[in-house]
Each structure stands twice: as structure tokens, then as C-alpha cells.
């Protein structure tokens, strides 16, 4: 990100498209989020966020990806592609979309997408970030290099953060109880986000022992969420417009049972 900021003269020099393309993956709360806002604010640009559920026609596409002013009280062309970061949330649900039966409209914003990405009317200074829970469910061109340029995952929070979150809620420097919350943690045998971990010490500010001796409480976040993503798993699959599609769920289903948790 460092090198695409501070080197625009290198990529004309090459004759390499001034872009930068970023797909972003993983479950809910691990910081996907997080991670735009904070480059908004590291390279001072608008963040603009274009979800592809309401977005049906090639027309609504561009219409917003190519805006300039997105306000009446902003100035015509005041907000260039070198002020703003263009994200599409949930990528991956043009993809269900294009398996239901009114496929040929879902089609053309597909098209519309990989046009705008890196068609004719490719502009320069750009970033672009894609989300998604699953990156298998994308289709190869929309993330093949030279449209995504980075791929990352944000996952489940490993010791370093469970620490460092610990830490930081509760105030305490006690090196002992730190690794008993943290020991007690992965003895639970579950796997949360960050925003899961930080909300439960949301009621332990300032008073590490009550934390430590709760800790059992976090099983029930791990369920809630895990139930809440099966019950979407099995929605998406389960349109009544769509016919069950038996093999893609199933193995849905196995990496919801492994991967995720």
C-alpha cells in the first residue's frame, strides 16, 4: 500500500494501470472493516461503498463507481478516484444472484463489474477493495491478477490478541493472570472474533479477575454466531427460487464444521 501511495511515477514509467485492487475475506468481525476505515484514514480518501444487492443495472453501476460529487453540497469533480476508495461489500452475492432465474440481468451487472474494474474506461489513482465471507465463491476473472492485486484473510484472534485485547480492557499488567485468561480461553476449544472478545470484556472494564472467572460466558457467543451463519448458509441455498444445489452446500456445511470453527 506504501509503495502504490508513494510511487505514481514508477507505475507510468512501467506502463503498469495506476490501480490497486484488494480482495478482503473471512468471517464476520475479524476486522475486514476495520481495515478500510483504517486506510481511509492512512491515505486520506472517502470511502464508497457500493453493495451489488441494490445495484441491478450496468447504468446504477456506473453511475456510482464514476460519480464525482456523490453530495449536492460537494463541488462537480471534487471527488476524483484519487480521493476515494471504492468497496463492494459482499461481492460474492452477485454470484447467487446470477444462479437465480432472472440471470440475465444479474449477468450484465457481473459484466459491469469486470468493465469497471479494468475496461476501456479505466481510471487512474485508484483503489479498490472487494469483501467477501468466502473467497471460493467468487469467480476466477473477478479476482484474477491485474483486477485484485492482494488477497487477504482476516481469521479467528490467535494469543497475541487475546493478550494485547485482555490488556487492554481490563487494565492488567499481571503477566499470571494474563496467561490463566488466556490459558482458560483456548481450553474452551472455540474460536471468536475480535469484536466477540471485545464485547465481552466490555463487562469486565478495569476488573481482570471478574473476566477470568466468567470466561464461560464466551461459549455462548461462539454459538450465537455459529448459528447465525448457518442459518445464512442454509438460506442462500435454500431460495425458493433456486433448486437445492446439494453438492455446493454440502461442502459449505463440512468447511463451516472445520475451517470456520
Not at 23 to 44: M, Q, R, V
Not at 106 to 120: E, K, R, Y
Not at 166 to 181: G, L, P, R, V, W
Amino acid at each position: 500500500i506504501d509503495f502504490f501511495i508513494n510511487n505514481k511515477k514508477w507505475y507510468y514509467n512501467k506502463g503498469i494501470p495506476y490501480s490497486l485492487g484488494i480482495g478482503i475475506h473471512g468471517p464476520p468481525g475479524t476486522g475486514k472493516t476495520s481495515f478500510i476505515k483504517a486506510l481511509a484514514n492512512k491515505t486520506g480518501r472517502h470511502i464508497i461503498s457500493i453493495s451489488l444487492k441494490l445495484v441491478k443495472t450496468k447504468k446504477d453501476l456506473y453511475s456510482t463507481f464514476f460519480e464525482d460529487r456523490y453530495n449536492d453540497n460537494n463541488e462537480k469533480n471534487s471527488i476524483g478516484f484519487d480521493k476515494k476508495i471504492i468497496v463492494f461489500e459482499d461481492i460474492d452475492c452477485i454470484f447467487k444472484e446470477r444462479k437465480s432465474h432472472d440471470e440475465a440481468r444479474n449477468s450484465m451487472s457481473f459484466s459491469g463489474i469486470l468493465n469497471a474494474l479494468d475496461g476501456i474506461s479505466t481510471s487512474q489513482n485508484r483503489i479498490v477493495i472487494l469483501t467477501t465471507q468466502y473467497m471460493r465463491n467468487l469467480d476466477s476473472a473477478l479476482i484474477r491478477p491485474g483486477r485484485v492485486d492482494y488477497i487477504m484473510h482476516f481469521d479467528y484472534i490467535v494469543k497475541e490478541q487475546v493478550e494485547d485485547i485482555f490488556k487492554a480492557f481490563t487494565e492488567c499488567e499481571d503477566k499470571e493472570k494474563i496467561n490463566k485468561f488466556c490459558k482458560l480461553y483456548f481450553e474452551l476449544n472455540i474460536k471468536t472474533s475480535v469484536c466477540s472478545l471485545q464485547q465481552y470484556l466490555m463487562k469486565y472494564l478495569s476488573n481482570p479477575d471478574e473476566a477470568i472467572n466468567n470466561i464461560d460466558e464466551l461459549k455462548k457467543t461462539a454459538i450465537y454466531v455459529k448459528l447465525d451463519i448457518f442459518n445464512k448458509l442454509i438460506n442462500s441455498h435454500l431460495r425458493p427460487s433456486n433448486k437445492v444445489q446439494a453438492p455446493r452446500m454440502a461442502r459449505d456445511l463440512e468447511c463451516l464444521s472445520s475451517d470456520s470453527f
